[in-house]
């Protein structure tokens, strides 16, 4: 596990640990998936945890990071606003639906947010300060895609778990898969953001994110970017 209290710091030890020593080297062949056609490197059940949250901006000029692009973003997921996320032409993939379901992150948020922070207000040791992204119902997407009858994606992040501990809010963030060279920076700005919105409802500084990850890996295909944003360090 990677300990640090800046992100930039966690992003190029994660990049590092996938280029040197992956867990698994895996050669895919899914046609349905264009980037997993070319394989991928992958930590498989990977932890690290981020001490200072306002750290939270990766500094590699050959990735780049578009501070506006993850602003919009992060009130796309919050409050569902969709106007940020239209700049984008690929991240309106999210906005899709199939058969009246979609798998947008603020709608879902937005139903258990109120909820969770009402129990953290009424018990400051909580453990049950959870929210659930991924759904049951989400499973019927397996075999749609498989068929190409739809495009949205399975979502990537399984839960977000607070807990105000010395009277501090942390984060636990679950998540199945993340690609870790080009998207990770994105959702690590997401779910710091996150929490100073809930610290600030609640009262509390902010404390630790704790991120966990299934399948943390980039694709093959990315390698020489990987390669130029080490030589950057």
Known sequence: MIVADNFNEIYLAVLAKLRYEPDYIVDDTNLFDKERVSGFRELNGFQFKLTD?????IESEARGFKIGYAT????????????GVLKNPKATEYLKEFKGRNTQYGPRLHKQLDAMVK?????????RGT???????????????????????????????????DNKLNLVSNMRS????????????????????????LEVE???????????????????????ILCES
């Open 178 to 201: 993340q690609s870790a060279a080009l998207v990770m920076p994105y959702d690590i700005f997401n779910w710091t953001s996150l929490m100073q919105v809930v610290a600030d409802i």
């Open 131 to 165: 929210v659930m992204i991924l759904e049951a119902g989400d499973q019927e997407i397996f075999e749609a895609k498989s068929t190409g009858e739809c495009i949205i994606e399975y979502p990537c992040t399984n839960s977000l778990t607070f807990s105000i501990r």
């Open 119 to 127: 129990e953290l207000k009424r018990d400051r040791g909580s453990r």
């Open 206 to 228: 902010c404390g630790t994110l704790t991120h966990q990850v299934a399948s943390l890996h980039y694709f093959n295909s990315e390698a020489p970017l990987v390669e130029k």
């Open 53 to 57: 949250i306002k750290n939270n901006l």
């Open 72 to 83: 919009d973003f992060f009130n796309y997921v919050l409050n569902g606003d969709d106007e």
